[in-house]
């Protein structure tokens, strides 16, 4: 059964610098191996690799980071896609989990919209004022992960 993956498509500083890595080989490795993770140990052992390698590494490859874990959370609750409309974060799911779905709505009160127009259904979360994207994703992920 192939991996289930999600795409994560915000307006969001992640990347790797040429001046943080200036060796293209070095950087595309690099690349893959925030691709492949999976939990907060692999995200623990680039960063850890980072800073012995080339240094704390900038803002920019945090986030990069954090969207891969956000990426593989996000595949565990079958969601596929996460976008941002206005002020509005957009995420996409296969399948719809009612009692996850409602533990997370609890939280985020005249907010939280779930939609199933046009077969595909999906969750919005409306982002306050000054609300870091990231956060908010890894809140609603947080509220679903709850038992």
Same mark, same amino acid.
């Given at each position: 059964?192939?991996?289930?993956?999600?795409?994560?498509?915000?307006?969001?500083?992640?990347?790797?610098?040429?001046?943080?890595?200036?060796?293209?080989?070095?950087?595309?490795?690099?690349?893959?191996?925030?691709?492949?993770?999976?939990?907060?140990?692999?995200?623990?052992?680039?960063?850890?690799?980072?800073?012995?390698?080339?240094?704390?590494?900038?803002?920019?490859?945090?986030?990069? $980071?954090?969207?891969? !874990? +956000?990426? *593989?959370?996000?595949?565990?609750?079958? @969601?596929?896609?996460?976008?941002?409309?206005? &002020? =509005?974060?957009?995420?996409?799911?296969?399948?719809?989990?009612?009692?996850?779905?409602?533990?997370?709505?609890?939280?985020?009160?005249?907010?939280?919209?779930?939609?199933?127009?046009?077969?595909?259904?999906? $969750?919005?979360?409306? !982002? +306050?004022? *000054?609300?870091?994207?990231?956060?908010? @994703?890894?809140?609603?992920?947080?509220?679903? &992960? =709850?038992?």
């Amino acid at each position: 059964m192939p991996e289930k993956d999600c795409v994560i498509d915000l307006p969001i500083d992640a990347h790797i610098p040429d001046d943080y890595i200036e060796s293209v080989p070095q950087r595309l490795q690099i690349y893959r191996r925030i691709a492949d993770i999976r939990n907060d140990d692999d995200a623990s052992d680039v960063i850890d690799e980072l800073v012995d390698r080339f240094g704390d590494p900038p803002p920019c490859v945090e986030g990069l $980071i954090r969207i891969a !874990l +956000l990426r *593989g959370k996000a595949a565990s609750h079958d @969601i596929y896609e996460i976008t941002m409309q206005g &002020d =509005k974060i957009i995420f996409k799911i296969n399948s719809l989990d009612m009692e996850t779905v409602s533990r997370a709505a609890a939280h985020f009160k005249g907010r939280f919209v779930v939609s199933a127009g046009g077969g595909k259904p999906h $969750i919005s979360v409306r !982002l +306050l004022k *000054g609300e870091n994207r990231l956060g908010l @994703i890894q809140r609603v992920l947080d509220y679903m &992960d =709850k038992e």
